[in-house]
């Protein structure tokens, strides 16, 4: 349990005056001005307040406004980014496949698979040409056992 005591120094009361204590300021009178017919009618404080609503307002719809159209553009967007990812997977499908029908192209041409299936087909393999020199009339190449 302890005591407070109050510390500070007042002179209210103890009837000295001299350094301690400051001499009253004298008081001043505000004149206020005149008052105006439209602060007459309105009021002071109803006169001040009424512009500031339609300013705030338009301030709430710009802002409004911006994030409607920041969302839609968010919106776009992602819109593409999802047909963007489409288009894409389906360039690698589209190489996979071209891959493999050059692999199988390939295939097809080589001579020794178009032989195998000529013979499968009744076909027999063709003799050695034989060349006509029309300048001296003779026949050259492989004439075989026919000459």
Known sequence: MGTKTDTRRTTKGRGRTGAGTRPAAPRRTVRGKAPTATSRSAGAAGASRAPKIPFVLLILCLLGGALAGLLMLRA????????????????????????????????????????????????????????????????????GSDD
């Open 76 to 143: 776009l967007v992602v819109e593409e980014a999802y047909a963007i990812e489409a288009l894409e997977a389906q360039n690698q499908e589209m190489s996979y496949e071209e891959q493999r029908l050059e692999k199988s192209v390939a295939h097809l041409e080589t001579s020794d698979r178009i032989a195998e299936e000529a013979e499968g087909l009744g076909m027999q393999p063709g003799e050695a040409p034989l060349f006509l020199d029309l300048d001296n009339g003779e026949i050259t190449g492989d004439a």
